[in-house]
């Protein structure tokens, strides 16, 4: 059906910059949410930031002006442009999408694998 296949996870140096990158493939008629997720270890996966098909965005506060969102809808792609990192943002990114597979049908949720992102202090 559809599949979000994450790049860009690394190991960075407190202060430095990653660029994570989510490609959706398959099957469907449009993709109306674009988000990121993050999950650190022992903690409940957090949103960290989405963006509507129209372009509006939402950040997690702990991200503000640290981080960017986009998304190229002919590429079917969004991006997490993550500036200014920090030790506590390591966590394993997960894509997300709510992607509609018909004109008509209503939108089902789909989950990339994750990228991993550690930052180190």
């Known amino acids: 059906q559809v599949q979000l296949v994450e790049s860009g996870g690394g190991l960075v140096q407190s202060g430095g910059s990653l660029r994570l990158s989510c490609v959706a493939s398959?099957?469907?008629?449009?993709?109306?949410?674009m988000a990121w997720y993050r999950q650190a270890p022992g903690k409940q996966r957090e949103l960290v930031a989405r963006?509507?098909?129209?372009?509006?965005?939402n950040y997690a506060d702990s991200v503000k002006g640290r981080f960017t969102i986009a998304r190229d809808n002919a590429k079917n792609t969004v991006y997490l442009q993550m500036d200014s990192l920090k030790p506590e943002d390591t966590a394993v990114y997960y894509c997300?999408?709510?992607?509609?597979?018909?004109?008509?049908?209503?939108?089902?949720?789909?989950w990339g694998q994750g990228t991993l992102v550690t930052v180190s202090s």
């Open positions: 398959g099957s469907f008629f449009s993709i109306d949410v």
């Open positions: 963006t509507l098909k129209i372009g509006s965005t």
């Open positions: 997300n999408a709510d992607v509609l597979l018909g004109v008509l049908s209503r939108p089902l949720e789909f």
